[in-house]
């Protein structure tokens, strides 16, 4: 295999978590008759431009396709995180009826739906027809496609280029990501600019969230590596903010490479940051696979711990990441009775792999686990603070898988 940005032969693994089916791939029941598809699920690192990326295997209009279940607008934390972006980024860039915002993976309108209250002109574009169905009913055009250069010439020949280009976690998601950057820079008005939010992979080796690994993400991101593929595209990083999103994240701003306004010192900061860390040593990479199964094993003993003392598990939030910890575990219905979710969208079916039923959050007080395992562990506080005056009434306890295994005090 070959690096999807400098082409140079990839030699070195980074993760390998045997085979899984895609992780929002959940099933209805009448489908558990039928081959379930599964693939493999290997990193590798290219020890030229440091980018961390999935084996081919896996096809992305399979991945996103109609079926797609996750929703932005689930989560209430989510919500207030693209409400606050949005009304900061109005501001300092003055956006107003004049200006052209387009979101690039806009989902459900979680984010959009701002622009609009504020009478900005905007576009999404989604190639998944059940988040882009929720986004027009909310008032949001949508285009219907992946991006790409070749979408971002329709939508500049039909429409306009635009001042701010924003995709919140969807860097990550594209498989040519050479092509997707080049359609940012043809799609963005000179002085315009690029917001793009993505999970930081030094957070990620940091705190063994290997779970966040899955076929629906192609690439792994260090700002080394996204300088690298923005500088090729004729684009230029010049500033970068850390979130607490997904467990750590970047916000970087794009521009055009000449335009006037200076890269900030954070931008080399955090490149040196990275740097000192170990993210050019290929040693950093191939060492995670260890912490990985330490995650694993301390997963499997608790829930074999549970099943000797005859307490009931059960887990909250049926997530993409939650479905690569339980498949890389080898977790069936023998150890975890169910996992709740909020969103209807995946309420009812199954969980892929290990078919976990969906079950809405009503029915939490009905079965009453002993414990419950926090799938998204990103989220745990939201989680916490909404269930746990529920649970509490039986003793119910919440734990997180990752970093570590860990009880949480009620």
Known sequence: MICRHCKAEL????????????????????QLMAHEITLPLRIRVCDNCWLVQTEDYADASMLFNGEYAYFSSASRGWLDHA?????????????????????VASNDGYLLRNFVDAGIPCLGVEPTDSTAAAAELLGIPVVREFFGADTAR????DRRQAQLICGNNVYAHVPDINDFTNGLRIALAQ????????????????????DTVYHEHFSYLSLIAVAKVFAACGLRIFDVEELSTHGGSLRIYGCHDDDPRPTASNVNDMIEREKAFGLTKVETYTSFQSRADKVKNDFLRFLLDCEAGRKTVACYGAAAKGNTLMNYAGVKTDLIACVFDRAPSKQGKLMPGSHLPILPVERISEIKPDYLVILPWNIAEEVVGQEGPLVSRWGCRFVVAVPGLQVLQP
Do not use: W
């Open 154 to 157: 329709t939508i500049v020949a």
């Open 191 to 210: 002085g315009g600019t690029i917001n793009l939010e993505f999970p930081h992979l030094l957070r990620l080796i940091m705190h063994n969230q290997f």
């Open 83 to 103: 409400r606050t972006y949005a009304r900061k980024v109005i501001q300092s860039l003055a956006l107003d009826d004049k200006s052209f915002v387009i979101e």
């Open 11 to 30: 030699k070195h693994k980074f993760l390998d978590l045997g085979f899984a089916p895609p992780s929002n791939a959940y099933l209805h029941r009448d």
